[in-house]
């Protein structure tokens, strides 16, 4: 346990807890070699499995920063939760919990089979791909460009600059994603998808493939950990209970099947990607002790050697390690 510091805002404190994560980091660097990189997308293959990296981003602008902090990776599923966020405020939360429950699926993030067996009346949730597709159905416009264009300036508006699509990564996965394309076409077929299947799924892959830093999921994770409020321009950007519920599905699905156990050992409302990202959103809490990061923080990490459940293998050790020293579960 980090001990000693009634203020942990001190430029003392940041050099300290600098020096504890640089440890983590290089400790849990040695687990990337439990998992694999994502390689059914060919362009996500081409990423460097060693690689570690984490930003964390205080309410006060304290920052810490460890590991491979200046990779570029593209947002993949993390980019479910901006989408549904978008449609909310777009389309309204209960026309969009009408069509996209809230459930945990406990199956893999592509399913396709949970969808058939289980005679479902509307996808389990928006951070699977049945629900992330159906979500990009419902977004207003007419092609893939107009319907991106809410879900890119929401994005600046949480980062501070408008993040570029990766053409690579979009193309690679259009070309490849035969199991997204049959999900679409079983959605289209149920009566699910709400506008034409081809730009619903170029919206998908596009969406997928925004290129951001580790910085910028910290900056989103502080967005969403302040119920919506962009703390550095004081906008409130995100309506409070479309937040909420973002954090809730975070929280509930955002590790896919392995959500229950993220819920366990680390307890953050958090969204991992195929290429490796996690956001966390680590609301402010009330501890007897002083502890770093009480009044919130948002918590980027990049780590592309995945595991079984395609999940950050390194990265998720990483935040279950920090949650406990720090205490930032919110249970
Ligand atoms: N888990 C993910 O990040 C999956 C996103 C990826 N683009 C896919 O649809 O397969």
Not at 2 to 8: E, K, L, T
Not at 109 to 129: D, R, T, W
Not at 300 to 324: M, T
Request: charged share 20%; net charge negative.
């Amino acid at each position: 346990m980090v001990q000693g510091m009634a203020n942990w805002n001190t430029g003392q404190t940041q050099k300290w807890l600098q020096q504890y994560v640089d440890d983590w980091v290089a400790f849990y660097r040695k687990r990337t070699n439990d998992g694999d990189v994502a390689s059914y997308i060919p362009a996500l293959a081409q990423a460097d499995p060693d690689d570690l990296g984490i930003s964390i981003i205080g309410k006060s602008g304290m920052t810490v920063r460890s590991g491979d902090t200046d990779m570029s990776f593209t947002l993949q599923s993390i980019s479910k939760v901006i989408s549904f966020i978008v449609a909310c405020m777009e389309c309204g939360v209960s026309y969009m919990l009408d069509r996209v429950d809230v459930e945990p699926s406990g199956e893999a993030f592509n399913s396709i089979m949970h969808l058939e067996m289980q005679q479902v009346e509307k996808p389990f949730n928006p951070l699977i791909n049945a629900g992330a597709i159906t979500v990009g159905s419902i977004l207003p416009g007419k092609t893939s460009d107009q319907r991106l264009e809410p879900i890119f300036q929401l994005l600046e508006n949480m980062v501070g600059y408008r993040p570029k699509l990766n053409v690579d990564v979009y193309e690679s996965e259009r070309d490849s994603s035969m199991r997204n394309r049959a999900i679409g076409y079983y959605l289209l077929e149920t009566g699910f998808l709400e506008s034409d299947l081809n730009v619903t799924l170029e919206t998908y892959f596009k969406q997928c493939s925004i290129e951001v830093t580790i910085d910028d999921l910290a900056n989103i994770g502080m967005v969403l950990a302040n119920d919506g409020m962009n703390i550095k321009t004081g906008e409130a950007i995100i309506p409070r209970q479309i937040a909420r519920i973002a954090k809730v599905l975070m929280l509930t699905c955002g590790m896919y099947d392995a959500s229950g156990k993220f819920a366990t050992y680390v307890g953050i409302p958090a969204k991992s990607g195929v290429s490796g990202g996690i956001v966390a959103a680590v609301p402010p809490r009330v501890r007897d002790e002083p502890m770093p990061f009480t009044d919130g923080c948002g918590i980027g990490v990049y780590g592309p050697a995945l595991g079984d459940e395609g999940n950050s293998i390194a990265g998720i050790r990483l935040l279950r390690h920090i949650a406990n020293q720090w205490d930032l579960s919110i249970f």
